[in-house]
């Protein structure tokens, strides 16, 4: 068991383009969660899927942001027309269903310029 | 909802000293609580965490935690620090019973240790 995966670990991109981040949860957890940590702040809830069922969002999660995870395993984050304050370190988690602990990734750190 | 206040943000301590990082908490639920500890270069990783039954959590490493419902606190404790214990520290809640055990973060707490 490697634990939650995430990559890539830095993005710079250009504002208003388009990005995509992949999250592999530990394997046979069923639930993944995305948060978002900004600088300064606490990571705050995005997301979560149970399986392949998106179960949550939050209202930080507007229309640009979308998230999937197809067949119940990994799992992509994808922001579109990016823009400045966007610029975070994104956090994938993962864990049982029927477990409070979450095992959490090292983060994508996105930076838009 | 549920918010956490972590009231210092940073909190320098000498070596071998003791150290209480503070954590309330707003919510009109029954919540569970978790501290979260962030080496640097490193994900998060769960320090203890109080569900229900006694109040007084600890961890591996000598770090404990008392939940307070009167005070709605949850405040980490250890007796006496070590140059590995510096680190981000981030307290959360969850709503219990909710299912979805989605966490509340507080803001953090950055412990330096100084020899």
């Known amino acids: 068991d490697t634990g939650v995966s995430q990559d890539p670990r830095h993005k710079i991109t250009k504002r208003g383009q388009n990005v995509t981040f992949r999250c592999d949860p530990i394997?046979?957890?069923?639930?993944l969660y995305w948060y978002r940590q900004t600088l300064g702040q606490g990571p705050e809830f995005l997301t979560y899927?149970?399986?392949?069922?998106?179960?949550?969002k939050s209202r930080l999660l507007s229309d640009r942001f979308s998230a999937e995870r197809p067949k119940g395993s990994f799992s992509t984050l994808e922001i579109q027309r990016t823009e400045q304050g966007d610029s975070a370190m994104y956090l994938c988690a993962s864990s049982f269903p029927d477990r409070t602990e979450a095992f959490f990734g090292q983060g994508t750190r996105l930076t838009v310029v | 909802a549920q918010s956490v206040t972590q009231l210092d943000s940073q909190v320098p301590v000498f070596e071998e000293a003791p150290v209480e990082l503070r954590c309330n908490y707003s919510s009109s639920v029954s919540v569970y609580l978790f501290w979260y500890v962030q080496y640097p270069n490193q994900g998060l990783q769960l320090l203890l965490k109080y569900l229900s039954g006694s109040t007084l959590v600890e961890s591996i490493n000598g770090f404990e935690a008392e939940f307070n419902k009167s005070q709605t606190s949850f405040h980490l404790r250890k007796p006496s620090v070590h140059i590995s214990d510096t680190a981000e520290y981030f307290c959360a809640v969850s709503e219990a019973g909710a299912g979805s055990y989605q966490l509340t973060f507080g803001k953090g707490t950055k412990l330096s240790v100084i020899p």
């Open positions: 394997s046979e957890h069923n639930r």
């Open positions: 899927f149970q399986n392949e069922a998106q179960l949550e």
